[in-house]
């Protein structure tokens, strides 16, 4: 079963299940960085905030098991989004992450981060050639970035772009520390409290235990949407799962890597408990379509030990997120028509700095204020073209899933949102559902949604 060096020796907050119905101006679904980071920005604005999480703790799911890279840096990704939107609106993507990591930093005390440089490398002459037009993009955006060879790696590279001056944090003390501080504001938090149905024409949503929470305005910020069949989410977001081990190391790195090539590898140092720590990491798949996932752990354990000389791993973990077709995330209204109902999703792996642009966005709208990056984040921007071929390759894939899933899985539990069957994950010892990413435990117990059930699994 994995085991994230984030949730260990961890002084989480102590936070009560919801017990009664409630009113609220805004009710945030999710505990996250985002749905945290929204809430103490509505908070200290003087909004009335509910904040129901699912799981037993605040920050345990996608934060924490993130890498805990806090950077403007997203892996090569601006060569990318030039093809599908103007200078203007990708500058526009940088410099709002690079804005709300800063306005994030000043709120946090220094022991909760540390200034590392970001660097994204090659190890081939592809690799060169795919870091060479990044490196094209930043010019032409006049985005800070350094072509290099000079890195900690060692391994040989052909190229590397660096970023000075980035971040990297322990993600769950960083969220932590402004639940803190959203509660402090007044900001209501609860755990336990898994919401099970959206009732969006009467403006209320309903717990597992049938408390309604009525509001005002609605954050979705549940990783993948709960209302994902409206405004087609379903067939807008794919769900990638990559893993990663953590093991004791002599020294911390002056920097924090991302490889270009496939497969993909990410590393970085940690200190936690006062005990020095690399994390590595990488590979990618569909979620819920490969059961013997031990094999990417394995991979990974033997580059690990053997090209960084380092003990076995202490720690083994995986993390999934969801993607959109043009790369740029979705947050904002679900749809025009529902301007009170906001979501955050399809950070593509970079949850981190893109929550505290989602919290930034979302507050401002829901207090009138215009933020410089909504037009380009919104869900309903316009590339219909591209989403719709894109839809029709997940809709293809959903329903492969759900067809041949009965005939090659038919012992299998059928997952609880969409009915799709599971398929068990050996190495981390889930069952996981391979058309919208939602996992369970071996008990069945719900680990991420969409699904809001458990599994109905049979007795032994």
């Not at 893993?243 to 991302?258: F, H, N, R, V």
């Not at 940690?270 to 094999?295: C, E, M």
């Not at 505290?356 to 204020?369: H, M, Q, R, Y």
Request: charged share 20%; proline share 4%; glycine share 6%.
């Amino acid at each position: 079963m994995q085991n994230s060096l984030w949730l260990s020796n961890v002084n989480s907050i102590s936070l009560s299940k919801i017990s009664s119905s409630l009113e609220c101006d805004v009710c945030i679904v999710g505990g996250g960085m985002t749905g945290i980071y929204t809430a103490y920005l509505l908070a200290k604005k003087g909004i009335k905030v509910v904040l129901l999480e699912a799981k037993p703790s605040i920050a345990i799911g996608s934060t924490g098991h993130s890498t805990g890279k806090l950077t403007p840096q997203h892996g090569v990704v601006f060569s990318k989004l030039l093809k599908a939107f103007s200078e203007e609106d990708v500058k526009t993507y940088f410099h709002a992450n690079q804005k709300a990591i800063e306005n994030a930093l000043s709120q946090a005390s220094v022991d909760l981060f540390q200034k590392v440089d970001s660097y994204l490398y090659a190890t081939t002459n592809e690799g060169k050639q795919t870091l060479q037009d990044e490196l094209d993009a930043y010019k032409k955006l006049n985005l800070p970035g350094i072509e290099t060879t000079d890195t900690e790696l060692p391994i040989l590279i052909t190229s590397a772009l660096k970023m000075e001056d980035t971040a990297q944090i322990h993600p769950t003390n960083f969220a932590l520390h402004f639940t803190k501080l959203a509660l402090k504001e007044g900001a209501q938090m609860y755990v336990n409290s898994r919401v099970t149905k959206v009732v969006l024409d009467e403006s209320y949503v309903l717990t597992e235990e049938d408390h309604r929470i009525s509001y005002k305005n609605l954050v979705l910020c549940s990783h993948y949407p709960i209302e994902s069949i409206k405004g087609l989410y379903t067939t807008k977001l794919s769900v990638e799962r990559s893993y990663l081990l953590a093991s004791k190391t002599s020294e911390l790195w002056k920097g924090q890597y991302l490889s270009v090539e496939n497969p993909t590898r990410t590393i970085r140092t940690a200190l936690v408990s006062n005990t020095p720590y690399f994390i590595f990491g990488g590979s990618s798949h569909t979620a819920g379509t490969k059961r013997n996932t031990q094999d990417y752990y394995k991979t990974l354990e033997i580059e690990m030990t053997s090209i960084f000389d380092l003990p076995e791993p202490t720690y083994s973990w995986s993390a999934q997120d969801p993607d959109t077709p043009d790369s740029m995330p979705y947050i904002g209204h679900l749809t025009e028509g529902e301007q009170n109902i906001y979501v955050a999703t399809g950070y593509r792996k970079w949850g981190l700095s893109n929550s505290l642009v989602a919290g930034e966005i979302i507050s401002s709208s829901i207090t009138k204020e215009k933020h410089r990056a909504a037009d380009i984040y919104s869900p309903s921007r316009g590339q219909f073209g591209r989403n719709f071929l894109r839809a029709l390759k997940i809709l293809g894939f959903v329903t492969t899933n759900l067809a041949g899933g009965y005939l090659t899985r038919s012992e299998t539990p059928k997952c609880t949102h969409l009915g799709c069957k599971t398929r068990w994950n050996e190495g981390d010892e889930t069952w996981d559902c391979p058309c919208h990413g939602s996992r369970f435990d071996k008990n069945g117990n719900i680990i991420e949604g969409p699904a809001v059930y458990p599994l109905k699994l049979k007795k032994k």
